[in-house]
């Protein structure tokens, strides 16, 4: 069958690999209709989230029909159409059972990482699901059932960047009236906005520096604020009353850019030989190649931002995602202004029933936020795409089935 198979930082290949099958009693082979590329990905190609094998099917996002299921796999049929979570939990150790499924104790018991699909060998090593079929552990927890009325283009949403977004205005804590700062505009900060938005948030700044995903997250409602023209923090306050925002989210991560233009690039320079240190230990390795696989050049960016944006005794969420080998977080700022920090991975199983009964009943249709839907056969024409952040390229849709 095809895949997107990962061989190197910078090296990633539509490639031909063996199906796969039922290892396991609790497993399920699903044919995949719809896959999707994420920021997450871009991570392991860019080598700011070292550890990946070569020859590791790559992609954690899919919907699909199953095909087999094994004997232990009891709430499920051949034939149900599914939306498969992206973080892989067993459903019966103590963490599945509170809710902390991407802290599952089963699904990645060699380490302390979230265990998902087409991550590194500290991730569990599991193949990915940018593929036509794929092999999903523990299937009575990790395949939810999906109404007909969701069609696979919502679905796929579903998979991972609805949830993660919910997840972040989630542990942000947001209440009825909150002024609310995302940073980062790509599929996962649009996604916060929404979800900031249906909590009740009274206002959303919403900062980027690439016109086409601000002006979106202009259209959900979101003030917008390009960090190439102002400087972020700046103009938060001057929007706030100098009193700084409620709830902050990060939905960038370590692969942050810091400006290169306007009036926040000064303070960017002076911070340059730091942001060089930080890139040693999350990207030692990197292979960039004609405008492409570019890791972003101040890991510590967002963080920085987020703290001194917020108001005194306000919460910070951060989901963007930074290797297990980041260590820079302004820490001192953030204590004195007794800052409440919560962060993770998102527990996707815990959200994404009720974000599928939201969409069913039309009370929210993610489905703006999907901009380009491509075969697999074209997936790395539509990866390097997405890695430039193309104008209008938002979330990529892959269809396993169809041919370029
Ligand atoms: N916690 C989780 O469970 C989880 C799940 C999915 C994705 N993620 C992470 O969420 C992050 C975003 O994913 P995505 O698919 O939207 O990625 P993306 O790369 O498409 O989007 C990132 C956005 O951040 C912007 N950006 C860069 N530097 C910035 C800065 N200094 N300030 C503000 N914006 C800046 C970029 O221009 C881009 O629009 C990634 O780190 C991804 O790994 C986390
Ligand atoms: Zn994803
Ligand atoms: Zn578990």
Redesign the pocket.
Known sequence: MKAVVWYGVGDIRLDEVPEPRIEQPTDAIVRLTASAI???D??MIRGTVSGMKPGRILGHEGVGIIEALGPDVRNLNVGDRVVIP?TIACGYCAYCRDGYY?QCDHANPQSESTAFFGGPEAFGGFNGLQAEKARIPFANVNLIKLPGEVIDEQAILLS??FP?GY?GADIADIEPGHTVAI???????QFAIASAKLMGAGRVLA????PS?LEMAKQQGAEIIN?DEEDPVETIKRLTGGIGVDRAID????????PHSGPAAKDARQLKAEFQREQKYVAPEQNPQNGNWEA?D?PS??LR?AVEALAKAGTLSI???YPPTDNVFPIGKAMNKNLTIRM???HHRKYIPMLIDLVQSGAFDPLTVLTEVKPLTDAIEAYKA?DR?ESGWMKVELEPSAVG
């Open positions: 994420c920021g997450t871009l991570h992206s991407s991972d960047i993660t997840f940073f980062g505009c790509g599929p996962v900060g900062v980027d520096n690439i995903r960090f939905a960038v991560g370590v692969d942050a850019n810091c972003g101040a960016q967002v931002w989901i963007g995602v993770g991975n998102c997405f952040r």
